[in-house]
């Protein structure tokens, strides 16, 4: 009787504590919150939330300073959009092919050596596209500058795109066989069962993957930080230096910034503006998951 | 042409496309180890590995950044790895389908698309100052512990689903409690797939820059950490501090750095597989 008590206070004991654990990941999100809430609330005592959301001047050390965040979400966003015009299309495709196409051993072979690109550490890439991409690009277009965005586009494209096709595979073969064989049977060709088929039925899966690289696009630091430069720049043109709102957070804790200073708080502002738009885009990506897949018997 | 050829047409060329998609990936990969090999093997040497860094190119080593590099990489297994465990095993096994428990479950799943630079935030204003840990390794391995966290639960969560519900209903069945059956039987033939997903998780840690310059990881440190307290370097710091500088030399010694890094990586994902390899063998052997 005794032992057995014993073992009931123990397993409660155990549970008590695996429940703590499993609660540290919502304490995490809880002081990530809290923690840039309140520097940006003190940023914002000493600039205008209109002129930090409407400004087109990023200057935090200049006198006059001027913090107007437009140019870093200028940066950021070139860099998501041309990421996304190479890993997208590229992405898809190669997950359509390993799906569709390729035999079981091709696949086995293909999927692991495309995720290797996933398992590469960011700062490799912003080396390959110091080193590599940018005296390419130089050489074609030679009025680029040293830093440029469009090298940064390029290797946050091939990082994200390990992301796309993964997950755009997932949610391809999901699609059950007979839909496919279906559309076989009534005479269409691979590429119409593919794209009139399989790829509706997969489109909320397909869709969710893109969100989540873009949102990986935008939170990307030490590539950009390395390949695009710092300068905060309102621009469309990719051959020019940028500053993206990650880079600039380096940037400031790269130099010694005295905590409580202007630009110490600024990064966690920038931080706090970056954390809404990811959190946001895993959220929505999550929703269009679970909210538009089909479900099928 | 007809409609008929025109079909074919299009289908064999979505063929090609798809394909071509496919090889660009794998050739940029072949593409990018080509250069830096090609670039840094020749500054790969012993005296690289068990010298510290330098002004001088020719004598620059990464002693205390590879060392660096471990003593974090072990903290962070240390602190990361009891927790996520510990975590996914509650959500698996005991948590009750509730409104909290789909909560915590979306949540985790967000924490880990949270870029790593915020990490990096947290990390200084929770650890470095929060905590007057200064620019330790032990606010750097806290910090990326809270990083890889979320990847540990995730992938443990998998492991611990994919174990057969009549393992569990037969140990029940012998008398088990709910934790004798997890500890003697779940954990057991679960833990291959445990291991792999947390040496991938750590090999993740151990490629982080954005969060370790957050804290304040010094670049120029030449002498190795003998605490947790010490202050420290880290493998992709050393590179990034390297790259940036305006001598071309600093740039293959960058590219010999990121070689040793990616044997590391490699090192790593040769013993999850080595290691599940053995598990499996033990499971069946039983």
Redesign the interface.
């Known amino acids: 009787m005794a032992v057995h008590s014993y ?1 009931n206070i ?2 409660k004991i ?2 008590r ?3 703590v ?6 304490f ?2 809880i ?2 919150v809290l ?2 809430l309140s ?1 940006t609330v003190s940023f914002f005592r000493d600039v205008s939330i209109i002129e930090f959301l409407t400004g087109t001047r990023w200057a935090p050390t200049y006198t006059p300073s001027h913090f107007g965040v437009l140019p870093l979400i200028n940066g950021t966003l070139l860099i998501a959009i041309g990421s996304s015009i190479i890993a997208l ?3 898809l ?2 997950a ?3 799906s ?3 035999n079981e051993q091709t696949r086995g072979i ?1 999927k692991p ?2 995720e ?2 996933a ?10 596209a ?3 991409v940018t005296p390419i690009i130089r050489k074609l277009v030679p009025e680029t500058e040293i830093f440029n965005a469009a090298s940064a586009c390029i290797v946050v494209g ?1 990082m994200i ?2 992301m796309v ?1 993964s997950l755009s595979e997932d949610a391809i073969r999901s699609v059950p066989h007979t839909l496919r064989e279906g559309a076989y049977a009534l005479g269409a ?4 069962v ?2 009139r088929v399989v790829l509706p039925s997969a489109l909320s899966g397909i869709l969710a993957s893109f969100i ?1 690289a873009i ?2 696009a ?5 590539a950009v ?2 390949a695009a430069g710092a300068t905060p720049n309102i621009t469309l043109n990719i051959f020019e230096s940028i500053q993206t709102m ?1 880079a600039y ?2 940037q400031v ?2 130099g010694d910034t005295p ?1 409580g200073s202007i630009a110490y708080k600024s ?2 502002a920038i ?1 706090m503006v ?2 809404l738009m ?2 946001g ?3 929505i990506s ?1 929703w269009i998951r679970s909210r538009y897949q089909e479900v099928y018997e | 042409m007809n409609l008929q050829e025109k ?2 047409r ?2 064999q060329l ?2 090609v ?6 090889i ?3 050739l ?2 072949a ?2 180890l080509c ?2 090999f090609v ?1 840094g093997f020749s500054w790969l040497s012993w005296d690289f590995i068990c010298s510290y860094p330098s002004r001088f190119p020719e004598r620059a080593g990464i002693k205390s950044a590879f060392w660096g590099s471990i003593w974090l990489i072990l903290l962070t297994a240390a602190i990361a790895l009891p ?2 465990v ?2 996914a ?3 698996e096994e ?2 009750p389908r509730s409104r909290l428990t789909k ?2 479950e ?6 880990a ?10 990390g ?3 650890f470095v ?1 929060g905590l007057s840990l200064g620019k330790s390794l032990i606010a750097g391995a806290l910090t990326l512990s ?1 990083l890889v ?2 990847i540990i ?1 995730i992938s443990t969560k998998e492991a611990l689903s994919a174990v057969p519900n009549s393992l569990r209903e037969a140990s029940y069945g012998l008398g088990a ?3 004798q059956t997890i500890r003697y039987q779940i954990l057991p033939s679960a833990m291959p797939w445990i291991l792999t997903g947390s040496i ?1 998780a750590l ?2 840690a ?5 969060p370790l ?2 804290i ?1 990881a010094l670049t120029f440190v030449a002498f190795t950490p003998q605490t947790p307290l010490d202050p420290f370097t880290a493998m ?1 710091i050393q ?2 501090n390297w ?2 500088r305006p001598q071309p030399e600093f ?1 293959n010694i ?2 010999a750095a ?1 070689i040793v ?2 044997l590391v ?1 490699l090192t790593m ?1 040769a013993a999850a597989i080595i290691l599940r390899r053995k598990y499996q063998k033990k499971l069946q052997g039983q």
């Open positions: 073992n123990k397993e155990i549970e504590y695996l429940f654990c499993a609660l540290i990941s919502i995490v999100t002081s990530i923690v840039l520097e299309p590229v992405g495709t190669s359509i092919y390993l569709e196409y390729a293909v050596v495309i290797m690109l398992g590469i550490p960011t700062v490799v890439y912003g080396c390959f110091v080193l590599f091939i795109l390990p096709s060709t691979k590429y119409e593919t794209t989540l949102s990986r935008i939170g990307e630091t030490m930080t390395l990650t957070i380096v804790s790269l905590a990064i966690f931080g970056l954390f990811t959190f885009m895993n959220l999550q | 079909r074919r299009k289908d979505f063929a496309i798809c394909l071509a998609s496919t660009t990936g794998i940029l990969l593409l990018l250069d830096i670039k927790m996520g510990s975590a095993i509650y959500l005991y948590a909560i915590i979306i949540n985790i799943f967000n924490l698309g949270v870029p790593s630079v915020v990490y990096g935030i947290l200084l204003a929770l100052r809270l966290l979320p639960i409690s709910r934790w991938l090999s993740r151990i490629g982080e820059t954005a310059i957050m304040g992709p590179i990034f790259i940036s740039a960058a590219s990121i890094l990616l990586l994902n």
